[in-house]
């Protein structure tokens, strides 16, 4: 009985930081969305927590800390688009964050996408054409019940499959004019490098770039601890390879917790202190399926790093290396380079890895 | 933000790794231009200054040559070097020949471009204008 009067008293405490993230949001000219996870949430041992649910141009929005201090700066050099609640393509401005519903209707999560050029011209409404290619991997992508045929430099076929349902077809073509005839109603259609189709780029006579963003500058010394904390993130990436090594840090070049996703399919968490960095590693996990949940604990005092990934240890490493600096920021990179672009459903930051086990348990 | 296409005639993945090496920074943010010839790109920089310091380096291992560069508006930025200012022959020296499916008759039709043909688009920024 004391128990649940406790838990509801804590839960009507942290309904006031909902509430304040809210009015903060609303304050600063920014904009709410609809989200579940931030309504559900039940907790305020976090120092920093991230729920795709409030933005506005250059900024998304953290729910705690309090003071703003915690929210993370975003550019992005172009417009990009992204499925709504309603399943609709929508556009959303320069360096504004994307909430995307492309996986379901409910719940938005933070999509960050690399640079992507759509080489096919007319997109909205496709019609045959041709498209110069090199000798790379190349994703083609469309909605409609329409096929578009390939011949020239590669030959087969994409059928459609339905005007509210994306398909594509990644293929390996020899350098040259790969002639796509279109056959029916194919519409957003798309044509990039790479294994996987990205969200719609729509063209018009040329083709068209859709630039990356970069998200940083999350927090201050006062947002982390350097001798121990825990960091949560809810993740997925959406595909199977990636071009580049991709990180989430904490800290600074010479002193860091890094999340990093490898070019080979492996992952690895890092504790990097006054330059010398040691690391749990999964050889390969799939992060493409479905959402997984990350949680590394650094622990300064008793030496030791640990790495769980749905809930489950990967195990432990000691390290002896002493912090030169403090933790004072949260980048979605390192050094500006080994951006991480993937979506992201909740990230969270613990002082405490006790704080932390109350929240996830399977910590203990 | 200014846009800007050149074309370098070096190694510009060397170069990157180079900068990075020297200075422990990024170099630019550079994209081939699918209609245009090998070794032209476009790049984004927050100030039509800022890229005089890149095109410096690029020449150190090379020649870049800037064809221009176009605000978010589509209109020509005030190049202060009389180099990097439009010239429509500039522009179409770098434009490849275009090729156009025709259906009809099975065949691929190949023209020269005119000059007056856009490339590589932003989303989110106006056309450029590539008129004199």
Excluded: H
Excluded at chain 1, 49 to 65: D, E, H, Q
């Amino acid at each position: 009985m004391l128990y649940k009067l406790l838990l509801k008293l804590k839960q009507s405490v942290f309904l006031n930081f909902i509430s304040l993230y809210k009015n903060r949001v609303i304050e600063d000219g920014g904009t709410l969305v609809n989200s579940t996870t931030l309504d559900n949430l039940v907790s305020t041992n976090e120092s920093l927590i991230m729920v795709p649910s409030g933005y506005k141009a250059a900024k998304l929005y953290s729910v705690l800390p309090e003071d703003g201090s915690g929210d993370l700066t975003v550019t992005r050099n172009t417009e990009a688009t992204y499925i709504d609640e309603n399943g609709s393509i929508q556009i959303s401005p320069f360096d504004t964050p994307r909430f995307d519903f492309s996986d379901n209707l409910i719940e938005p999560v933070l999509l960050t996408e690399p640079s992507s050029i759509n080489l096919f011209f007319g997109s909205a409404i496709l019609l045959t054409q041709n498209v110069t290619v090199t000798a790379n991997e190349y994703t083609v992508s469309f909605y409609g019940l329409g096929t578009i045929n390939f011949t020239g430099v590669y030959t087969g076929s994409l059928v459609g499959t339905g005007i509210n349902d994306l398909v594509s077809l990644t293929f390996t073509p020899i350098a040259g004019s790969l002639i796509c005839t279109v056959i029916g109603d194919v519409t957003n259609g798309q044509i990039e490098l790479g294994d996987y189709a990205s969200s719609r780029i729509i063209t018009l006579g040329t083709s068209m770039l859709r630039a990356a963003e970069i998200i940083s500058g999350a927090g201050d010394v006062n947002t982390f601890n350097t001798q121990e904390g825990v960091i949560y993130l809810k993740v997925k990436l959406p595909q199977t390879l990636i071009s580049k090594n991709m990180t989430i840090n904490i800290g600074d070049a010479s002193n860091r917790i890094t999340l990093e996703w490898m070019i080979d399919g492996g992952f690895r968490a890092w504790v990097r202190f006054n330059n010398e960095g040691l690391y749990v590693q999964s050889i390969a996990y799939d992060f493409y399926s479905n959402y997984s949940e990350i949680a590394f604990i650094w622990d300064n005092l008793s030496k030791i790093m640990e790495l769980y990934i749905d809930g489950v240890s990967l195990g432990t490493k000691s390290f002896t290396a002493e912090p030169t600096t403090n933790f004072n920021d949260l980048s979605f990179n390192i050094l500006e380079s080994y951006n991480f672009y993937g979506k992201i459903k909740e990230l969270k930051v613990y002082k405490s890895i006790l704080e932390a086990e109350i929240n996830l348990p399977y910590l203990i | 933000m200014v846009q800007i296409i050149f074309n370098y005639n070096g190694d510009l993945q060397a170069l990157k790794d180079a900068y990075i090496l020297e200075f422990g920074k990024s170099f630019l943010i550079t994209y081939s231009i699918p209609e245009m010839i090998e070794g032209t790109y476009l790049t984004i920089v927050k100030n039509a200054d800022d890229f005089d310091t890149y095109n410096d380096y690029m020449d150190t291992n090379g020649i870049c040559e800037v064809i221009s560069g176009w605000t978010e508006n589509g209109n020509k930025y005030a190049a202060k070097k009389d180099k990097n200012k439009f010239e429509k022959t500039k522009y179409k020296k770098y434009l490849k020949d275009i090729q156009t499916w025709d259906p009809v008759k099975e065949e691929m039709i190949i023209t020269k471009a005119t000059g007056n043909e856009n490339v590589l688009g932003l989303s989110g920024w106006i056309n450029r204008n590539i008129n004199l």
